[in-house]
């Protein structure tokens, strides 16, 4: 029993790691309908980013949060600007395209830059763990997950009770009446592309404490992104973490039960199994 | 006049293309069969991508399959080589009607977010099935003589292509034309929009799989990561789309060209191709979003402002 | 105008005729990018530095002619398609005299078809697995120990411990290689007396192994063996102190030896076991490179990061073409496979003789690292230093 109830709470935690990597794909997704296929690769630079603070300066993961999250912004900020904004009015798919040249540009950069050696930030709390009722518990994915809670519940206010996010909003739904209320679309659409990559960035930042980090990280981390957004929904901001925490405890329970070979069978069945009969989401409102 | 002479011009650059095996030193039978495979890949996503307006991730799965059939048959079975390409086939058409239907009734990038996890969860099931040679991978019997595979592949492009050209002149292809303009109104027509994606996916497939059985068979190798690349899928809708999707020629144009330039960069710096592949991508979609033939139908008379065109329409 | 013209080709041709040397080149499709290039490079640098080096004392004599040594590398992205065509390419269009193996076994596996079609012998030191080399083929030689063997010396050295670990966990990843490892392990341990608790394939590149090690820590074993990567071991040993497990004794099947271990662990690493087939000790003689430490520091040297077993089975894989194309007093492929299959020969990575099949047969140290140090414990001849077991748990660690 006490087994069970320590991998529900291994699911729980990863489940919070997996909600923080998807973030900022869902945020972006959800309301600048642009389907970033890049965003392993903003998760990517997050975690070089702290690796290098770590090693370079010394400086805590934790800490160095605000200055990830910062490099990768301005990476996603100049990208939606110069690059994206000029196919967002294509067809949905130019998109998908696009931002999957980008990453393949970003990851071969990324190989030139940092080499393939792998790193890891290894900080002395990395293995830290506490117990609860009989279960070992790691801080730092405990950490994680509270995090991840944290950034959701911020972006959730920024977009429902700021003027940025009203007018993030405001673009999504008609870009036309927007720009009639001074509204400037490209800035604005600039911004919630670079937020997403910084909430991206502040994944990776972690991802390097509990994982280790070479150039090719990116994609499986986008794929399990996208699951989770589709399954928990995107049309509100919670879904990320619902989405999250599922296929955190559904791929525990798979390993478990089944083989921890099946756990991509798992969440892509789950995924296709959603978009097949439920394609809003647990969330999102049956059509 | 005109048309006599373009014909006896195809016959000729047909006649070459056959030829090629006993022309051509090894290494360009062997860069030639590669392109003719990914040319019918891109052939074949033209069908459900290009004329059905479906922008499928899916036909890497069926390319896959298509291998693993027939790996399965040579290998586990001692089947012969064409009993196994077949029946790579059969099973392609099959998972194709299984999986197509639910997964058809989707649109939009829904439909492609839906195939690209077709791919995923496909690589993850082949990985734990024995017979499969689960993550390991299967090891082909050995055949020598490449003009073997390059006629081959030289055969199955002219029978996509021809796939291809009788569809741009049915009523099957004006219907898949109407689906991928506005779907609803093509239903309200008349047209059973359902059946003609279905059977649209279904072609699709099919060919996916039979390049997918070749290319098997002679890299003698096939594993999970490999049979069900994504970026193979990309490639072969990059190649479609540069060169013009929904059209004819359009895929054959993209493959040659993009497969050429890519071959030329990785042998001369080695490790650039997939930065070259990235940045093409790229710059193909911000300012050729409709191919290279429209590129060359229009720019003629618009010159460079066909490129700012293509950003009018399509910036912020 | 013409006459210049007829002047400049008569110079080139002489140019190059009086520069023309006799060349043997050797082809290889390495790992140079892509998630294999972090050991890739140990292949591209060993292949690299043995035809410098062997080209520096005089090259390769056959018959009365010297020739020198060239090395054909192209990079496969970690792309076992890719790689394919290339070993068909460097054949067919390079036209390279013999090949030199990539990195890994399925690698190995797909690319000596190659070899094995157009019958030119490939000396690959990067793949262990016992596949490759039970399908008959005649054209494939390999450096690195037999796969099923790899935890030979482990399991001995463990049934010599005391108090003796009864119960054993084997965990292993779904590659060709640590397939093959498993297979053989799993015999081993039956054979010597140890009973298995648990038994786990996990896919390869998996990054959380929380449900492992908890399933594991339930089951209590005294020992865990592992067979994977060495990024999977990374992640394991950490997401094992945070979950806090810790068994007596765990050992892995790669990554122990080498210094991005012990820099990314950092007193983590302490008391892991591993294993090697190659110490770079001054006792072990070589023809061009004198001693394996002699080697070590001028690899160190030439490219700035230490040698592992990796580089030093680069290396014996291009001395064995030398001493087999001089055994032959010939190029031709087919008298150069059966000169390597006789070979037989001292080389700062070991002794070099091949079985029947084709694969080198070397025993493995136990290793063990402890403050920063690789510390040898068991050998062929039994114990070099006191092993530090069992392992205490995580907080008593000093």
């Not at chain 3, 062997?54 to 009365?64: A, C, D, H, Q």
């Not at chain 3, 061009?288 to 430490?293: C, E, G, K, S």
Request: with cysteine.
């Amino acid at each position: 029993m006490s087994l069970l109830l320590q991998i529900i709470v291994n699911g729980i935690l990863l489940g919070g790691l997996y909600s923080l990597m998807a973030l900022g794909l869902a945020l972006v997704w959800g309301v600048l309908n642009i389907v970033n296929l890049a965003h392993g690769a903003f998760i990517m630079l997050g975690a070089y980013a702290s690796y290098y603070l770590f090693t370079l300066l010394n400086v805590d993961p934790f800490a160095a949060l605000p200055l990830c999250m910062l490099v990768v912004f301005a990476c996603g900020f100049v990208l939606q600007r110069y690059v994206l904004n000029l196919i967002v009015r294509a067809p949905m798919f130019n998109t998908l395209l696009i931002t999957f040249g980008i990453d393949v540009v970003l990851t071969y950069l990324a190989q030139i830059v940092f080499s393939a050696d792998f790193r890891v930030v290894n900080p002395s709390y990395a293995g830290a763990n506490f117990t609860l009722l009989g279960t070992t518990i790691p801080l730092v994915r405990a950490l994680a997950f509270a995090m991840a809670i944290a950034l959701t519940l911020t972006v959730w206010l920024v977009l429902g009770h700021t003027r940025l996010g009203r007018a993030v909003r405001a673009c999504a739904q008609n870009l036309v009446a927007a720009r009639l209320y001074g509204v400037e679309p490209r800035t604005v659409y600039a911004l919630t592309f670079a937020m997403g990559a910084a909430l991206a960035g502040a994944a990776g930042d972690l991802y390097g404490v509990v994982s280790q980090i070479n150039p090719y990280i990116g994609d499986p981390l986008t794929a399990k992104s996208f699951a989770i957004s589709i399954i928990g929904g995107l049309e509100n901001p919670l879904g990320v973490v619902v989405g999250g925490l599922f296929l955190g405890i559904l791929e525990s329970l798979t390993s478990l039960y089944i083989g921890s070979t099946y756990t991509d069978v798992a969440s892509f069945g789950v995924l296709v199994l959603v978009l097949i009969t439920r394609p809003r989401g647990l969330l999102g409102k049956t059509t | 006049m005109m048309r006599a002479v373009g014909s006896i011009a195809f016959a000729a650059l047909l006649l070459t293309l056959l030829l090629v095996p006993w022309l051509a030193p090894p290494a360009l039978i062997q860069f030639g069969t590669t392109t003719l495979l990914l040319a019918t890949l891109a052939q074949s996503w033209n069908i459900i991508g290009g004329y059905a307006g479906y922008a499928s991730f899916g036909n890497s799965v069926f390319y896959g399959i298509g291998g693993y059939g027939t790996a399965i048959a040579m290998v586990q079975f001692g089947l012969p080589f064409g009993i196994g390409i077949l029946l790579g086939a059969l099973l392609a058409v099959f998972f194709a009607l299984l999986l197509g239907l639910p997964v058809l009734r989707l649109r939009g990038h829904y439909f492609a977010i839906a195939t690209l996890a077709l791919a995923e969860a496909m690589t993850g099931v082949v990985s734990n099935l024995d017979i499969a040679g689960r993550n390991i991978g299967l090891v082909l019997p050995l055949r020598k003589g490449d003009a073997f595979f390059y006629e081959l592949s030289l055969g199955l492009l002219a029978v996509a292509t021809l796939t291809v050209f009788w569809i741009s002149r049915s009523r099957f292809g004006f219907g898949l034309i109407a689906i991928r303009e506005d779907e609803d109104a093509a239903g309200v027509m008349g047209i059973n929009t359902t059946l003609y994606k279905a059977l649209a996916f279904l072609l699709a497939g099919f060919f996916s799989a039979l390049a997918g059985g070749i290319h098997a068979y002679w890299i003698t190798f096939i594993d999970p990561v490999s049979a069900f690349d994504i970026t193979l899928n990309v490639m072969m809708i990059i190649m479609a789309i540069f060169g013009g999707a929904g059209t004819i020629f359009g895929p054959l144009v993209g493959a040659v060209l993009l497969s050429s330039i890519s071959e030329i960069l990785a042998t001369e710096i080695t490790g650039m191709a997939s930065l070259f592949f990235g940045l093409v991508i790229v710059v193909a979609v911000v300012f050729m979003p409709r191919g290279l033939t429209d590129l060359m139908q229009r720019m003629p008379g618009l010159g460079w402002r066909y490129f700012r065109e293509n950003l009018r329409l399509h910036r912020l | 105008m013409k006459r210049l013209l007829c002047y400049a080709i008569a110079m080139f041709a002489l140019f190059n005729h009086a520069r023309a040397e006799p060349i043997i080149t050797l082809g290889a499709s390495v790992q140079e990018t892509g998630r294999l290039a972090n050991t890739g490079r140990y292949y591209r640098d060993g292949y690299d530095l043995a035809v410098r080096t062997i080209n520096e004392r005089g090259g390769v004599k056959v018959g009365t002619e010297r020739y020198q040594l060239a090395l054909k590398i192209l990079d496969n992205q970690s792309d076992v398609n890719l790689s394919v065509r290339q070993y068909t390419q460097l054949l067919t269009q390079d036209k390279v005299n013999f090949l030199l193996g990539p990195f890994a076994s399925d690698f190995a596996l797909a690319d000596s078809s190659a070899s094995e079609k157009y019958e030119v012998p490939m000396i690959e030191g990067g793949g262990a697995s016992d596949q490759i080399f039970s399908r008959g083929y005649k054209y494939i030689f390999g450096t690195l120990p037999v796969a099923s063997k790899y935890f030979e010396s482990t399991v001995q050295a463990m049934s010599k411990l005391e108090p003796i670990p009864k119960t054993v966990a084997l965990l292993y990843a779904d590659d060709a290689f640590d397939v093959a490892v498993a297979k053989g392990t799993r015999e081993l341990l039956q054979n010597t007396g140890f009973r298995i608790t648990q038994d786990e394939r996990y896919s390869s590149n998996a990054s959380d192994f929380s449900t492992l090690i908890s399933q594991i820590k339930a089951a209590v074993p005294d020992a865990v063996l592992v067979a994977g990567h060495e990024t999977e071991v990374l992640n394991f040993i950490r997401q094992a102190k945070s979950l806090d497990f810790s068994p007596k004794l765990y050992s892995f099947t790669v990554g122990v030896p080498t210094a991005d271990f012990r820099l990314a662990l950092g007193r983590d690493g302490n008391f892991a076991f591993g294993m090697t087939s190659w110490l770079p000790s001054a006792s072990q003689k070589d023809d061009y490179f004198t001693n394996a430490q002699m080697f070590a520091e001028e690899y160190k040297k030439r490219f700035g990061y230490e040698p592992d077993y990796h580089a030093a089975s680069a290396v014996a894989d291009v001395e064995t073409f030398v001493k087999a194309i001089e055994s032959a007093a010939s190029l031709d492929p087919k008298k150069v496979r059966d000169a390597i299959a006789r070979i037989d020969f001292e080389s700062l990575y070991g002794r070099v003789q091949f079985s029947e099949v084709g694969q080198i047969n070397l025993p493995q140290t136990v290793v063990q690292v402890y403050s920063d140090t690789v510390i040898p414990i068991y050998g062929p001849k039994g114990f070099i230093n006191k092993p530090r077991y069992p392992m205490p748990p995580w907080d008593k660690r000093p």
